[in-house]
């Protein structure tokens, strides 16, 4: 009996000195089983399997995260996290199949884990970005396809104050702004406050009708990447900007007559199926069949080429079955398209104080330098650093809709005020060739505020048609109510402006000049209009005064232009004798 109890206990020992090895190799093919379900369940693969999801998977391959896994930004690393997402997202197993969902499918702006568990799991905060320079090309959409570039410095910026650091765009990571959304989406933002250098300073929209008492109850949101990087994976492109890359590359010939205005026009229409869609594309080739038979016959396979690429664009921007494209998802990167930065650098957001959350393009980049196909892009300058200090005013660009004066001039070429032709920095077609919707800055509205009522030929500023000296007073003739009034908004402008835009024919002394006929198309001044038949001609300038002024300071005793003795001309009539010598000076003594 005591043999076979003794046996017993060597089978179980040994039983038990087996188990343990294989008890340890069970968990361990558990756990890497469960790891690898897991990692499964977070991959990108896994998240795309419904067909739904076709947007955000597509947008998804053609991003800077291409190959970060949708549970790196959408989970985050932790255990409870995992269950979490898991426990909230089981709901969709059935929400899926029975087709209980939105479309399109709404961003998860509330559900998304904080910046600093997600984002700073690769992104340094602390790190400064040098500036980068950027070159855009445009294409417009003429028969020529027009090449515009466009080059501009991103001052991206960041790092630390106490470093000399934390400018630029990431200015925002090292100085606390908090803010109240008045929309679910955050494209309406009311209400701003900044900590800078150890100030908290609150701002308020003038639109905003928000009380105190709203404004404290309301929830207020402290400022993090995403605010900005809204659409940093899932971005749907507007469907001009690719073209213009297909463009620029060649994968679309850019030498293919109204190749952007056609595909602008296929691929920037709401379409209900992608049936549709792709009949509206392939009629492109139509087109050149129909208009440009000679070229179609030469260059049928690049119209083939053209029409390839336009359908692989419409494949990445706009998903019909989901009624996704590229306005239904705002992006907050930059702010032409959507308002992005102007959400709050608007010109609009004012503090207690009276100062503005600043409207400034040069915070963020440089002025943009814009040049036509075949031109040179002109050197990229950073005025910051020599600014005058009416540039520092908060409120300065909003002002300098309105207020500009010879003062410019010390810096920038003013030719051609608020104009698009490049030709000066006070005529920049990126500036001044947009309205730039959303924040009313209509830079265009400048030429109609600083034009002259006649100008010899459009765009430029009439000449003066006469000499100027240190005596004369534009305003004894062109001020309001005189003989030849200046527009209603010169009225704020000083006397040393007028030469900065107006230019005299003739100098003090100068010899006449004859009269030269207008160009076919020129406006005539309309003080060449005024002038009677017994006047001199303008390009001669004002007659000089052929006799001693001493005892005959009374001119209209013989130039009244009413008169009959030797009248001025009849564009003189309410002038005053105190005006007379403004533009009429005696003339050079002969002799000892």
């Avoid at 409870?80 to 909230?88: D, L």
């Avoid at 104050?161 to 959304?181: K, L, M």
């Avoid at 590359?249 to 199926?273: F, H, M, N, Q, W």
Wanted: aromatic content about 6%; overall charge positive.
């Amino acid at each position: 009996m005591g043999k076979i109890v003794k046996l017993a206990m060597n089978v179980k020992r040994w039983q038990l000195l087996l188990a343990i090895p294989v008890g340890l190799v069970v968990l361990t093919l558990l756990y890497m089983g469960s790891y690898a379900l897991n990692h499964y369940a977070e991959s990108t693969a896994f998240c795309t399997t419904c067909h739904i999801m076709k947007p955000e998977e597509i947008s998804h391959q053609n991003s800077p995260h291409a190959r970060t896994d949708c549970g790196t930004c959408h989970v985050g690393p932790g255990a409870w996290p995992m269950v979490k997402v898991k426990m909230e997202n089981a709901r969709y197993v059935v929400i899926y199949p029975l087709g209980l969902y939105p479309r399109p499918i709404p961003t998860p702006i509330k559900s998304l884990r904080p910046v600093e568990y997600v984002c700073e799991q690769c992104h340094w905060p602390q790190k400064l970005y040098e500036d980068r320079l950027i070159v855009r090309n445009a294409y417009g959409e003429d028969k020529a396809n027009s090449l515009t570039r466009t080059a501009l410095v991103m001052k991206t910026g960041g790092g630390q104050r106490a470093e000399g650091q934390g400018r630029g765009i990431h200015w925002h990571i090292e100085n606390p702004v908090w803010y109240i959304a008045a929309d679910e989406k955050r494209q309406e933002i009311p209400w701003v406050k900044a900590d800078f250098n150890g100030v908290v300073t609150e701002y308020l929209s003038v639109g905003s009708k928000m009380t105190a008492e709203q404004i404290a109850k309301a929830p207020k949101r402290k400022m993090d990447c995403v605010d900005c990087h809204n659409r940093a994976t899932h971005v749907f492109r507007r469907p001009a900007t690719v073209l213009d890359e297909a463009l620029s590359s060649g994968t679309i010939p850019a030498d293919l007559p109204e190749i952007k205005r056609l595909g602008v026009a296929a691929l920037e229409k709401t379409y209900a199926t992608e049936e549709e869609a792709a009949q509206a594309i392939a009629a492109v080739a139509d087109v050149y069949r129909e208009k440009y038979p000679d070229l179609f016959k030469q260059r049928s396979a690049d119209v083939k080429k053209a029409v390839a690429a336009l359908r692989a664009i419409f494949d990445r921007t706009q998903f019909p079955f989901m009624k996704v494209d590229w306005q239904t998802h705002a992006d907050n990167i930059g702010h032409k398209d959507f308002p992005g930065c102007f959400r709050c650098h608007d010109g609009k957001h004012v503090s207690a104080d009276q100062q503005f959350i600043r409207l400034e393009c040069n915070i963020c980049h440089s002025i943009p330098k814009v040049a036509a196909a075949g031109k040179p892009l002109t050197a990229i300058e950073f005025p910051a650093l020599r600014e005058p200090e009416s540039h520092h005013r908060t409120g300065w660009l909003a002002e300098h809709r309105f207020k500009f004066d010879t003062s410019c001039a010390a810096c920038h070429r003013v030719d051609n005020p608020g104009g698009i032709d490049n030709s000066s920095f006070c005529s920049n077609s990126a500036c001044h060739g947009a309205s730039w919707k959303f924040i009313g800055l209509k830079a265009p509205e400048i030429r109609k505020k600083s034009q002259p009522v006649a100008a010899s030929a459009p765009g430029v500023a009439a000449s003066i048609p006469h000499p100027i000296g240190v005596r004369t007073n534009c305003q004894l003739c062109h001020g309001a109510g005189k003989v030849h009034p200046a527009p209603q908004n010169h009225s704020a402008y000083k006397q040393d402006m007028c030469p900065t835009c107006h230019k005299p024919t003739l100098q003090e002394g100068a010899g006449a000049a004859k009269p030269s006929a207008p160009k076919a198309g020129a406006s005539v001044p309309a003080a060449a209009q005024a002038q009677p038949a017994n006047a001199p001609p303008a390009a001669r300038g004002p007659a000089t005064i052929p006799h001693e002024i001493a005892g005959r300071e009374n001119c209209l005793m013989c130039h009244n232009p009413e008169g009959n003795m030797k009248p001025a001309p009849k564009d003189h009539i309410g002038r005053t004798v105190a005006m007379c010598q403004a533009c009429h000076k005696p003339a050079p003594k002969k002799g000892p």
